[in-house]
């Protein structure tokens, strides 16, 4: 198949994981990066083999069919227009924008100029979560009636140089890790209706405690403790804690009790990991790990990373002309659910949805082995 000339704008730490992974997918060609600092896009060309271009030049260049947007959750709404506004499909990291309003003028934009919008997290296309998915599919738990999930720790100041945009209005634990799980959620669930959210900060500041900024404190500007309930369409109730102000805790990260069972899933932020089920007889077994290309350890010895998976879904459902995984529409589904979380938690009330979307297509281990290169 003919290959997508790909341009990432933004060179910061997660570019490091797309230019590695990128090479995996057959129908990615990772040519040019662009940064607003010249200096960062050029150690990060250098490093990859690749071309440093100034943003404006990689938005204007011919061999650049999709950018992808891994800058800052601040300017994601701002760049991903601008890569729109210049004919080029665009991928961007999560959270795809910070309001209903702005997900839906990219939407709209796209779709008059006939381009696709497609938005991380791609995890779920892991091949534990699709196992998970096809469990559920199958009814081996019976309709999902409700579940826990817990993304808890004690924030990002300890491992991140540069943490600030974590505790701004767009990062805080929902926004930046609530995609992993909610997008997770609409997978295996399917779409929210309604939620309820109580949400508070402990603690009023956060002091870097790594790289050369350590030492330095900065102010937290957005809810670090959210304790939110979710209302699905099919009428499960799931509970999401997510906080940066707990230090330990025993929670799972996502469990989901059907009619007939439960199911028990690993972090939704890696793509692989043991799945475990019950039935009605309440013993707890690993479920047999399938020969999904997306569960195999590929990263730091033990980790499966596919990362650019939904990039290169899209790459190939541009080709083949269908619908791709991690479009705008689950996207902007996960927008309103977490933006109308923190909206809950400030106002202490019940807020409904606005936007439904369909549950993204499984994707069979044929499938994804078909993704590879
Ligand atoms: N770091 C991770 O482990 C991780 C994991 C998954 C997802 N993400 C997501 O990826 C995105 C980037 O995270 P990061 O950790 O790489 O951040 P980072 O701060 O390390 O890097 C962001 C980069 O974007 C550049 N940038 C900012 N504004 C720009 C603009 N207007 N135009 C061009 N470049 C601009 C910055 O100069 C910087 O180099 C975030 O949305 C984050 O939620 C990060």
Known sequence: MTKLGVGIIGCGNISTSYLKLAPLFK??????????????????????????????DLLAAD???VIVNLTVPAVHFAVTKQIIEAG?????????????????????????????????????????????????DAGKVGRIIGGTCHVMG????????????????????????????????????????SVTALAKSTFATRTISNGDRNGEVLK???????????????????TLGASWDVWSHRHDHMELYGENGSIFLPDPNFFGGDVEMSGE?????????????????NYEETRANYRCAGLADMA????????????????????????????????????????????PAALSPDEARALLA
């Open 281 to 297: 007889n309440k013993d707890i077994v690993t479920v047999a790990p399938w020969d999904h290309p997306f569960s195999v350890a």
């Open 63 to 65: 061999d650049i069919d």
């Open 88 to 136: 080029k499909h665009a991928y961007s990291e999560k959270p795809l924008v910070l309001t209903l309003e702005e997900g839906k003028e990219l939407r709209d934009l796209a779709a008059s100029k006939g381009l696709r919008i497609g938005s991380a997290p791609d995890t779920f296309l892991g091949g534990s979560h699709q196992l998970a998915r096809a469990q559920i």
């Open 27 to 56: 129908s990615l060609d990772v040519k040019a990066v662009a940064d607003i600092n010249m200096d960062t896009a050029t150690a990060r060309a250098a490093e990859f083999g690749v071309r440093a271009d100034t943003v404006a």
């Open 316 to 359: 190939t459902a541009i080709a083949e002309d269908r619908p791709h995984r991690c479009n705008i529409d689950v996207a902007l589904h996960a927008v309103d659910v977490m933006t109308s979380i923190l909206k809950a938690g400030e106002e202490r009330r019940f807020v409904d949805m606005t936007t439904t979307c369909e549950r």
């Open 220 to 238: 937290v500007e957005t809810p670090t403790d959210i304790q939110a309930l979710l209302e699905f369409e099919n009428g499960a109730v799931v």
């Open 154 to 193: 004690h924030g990002m100041e300890a491992w991140h140089p540069n943490p600030d945009f974590f505790f701004k209005p767009g990062g805080g634990p929902v926004l930046d890790m609530g995609p992993y799980y909610i997008t997770n959620l609409i997978q295996l669930i399917g779409p929210v209706k």
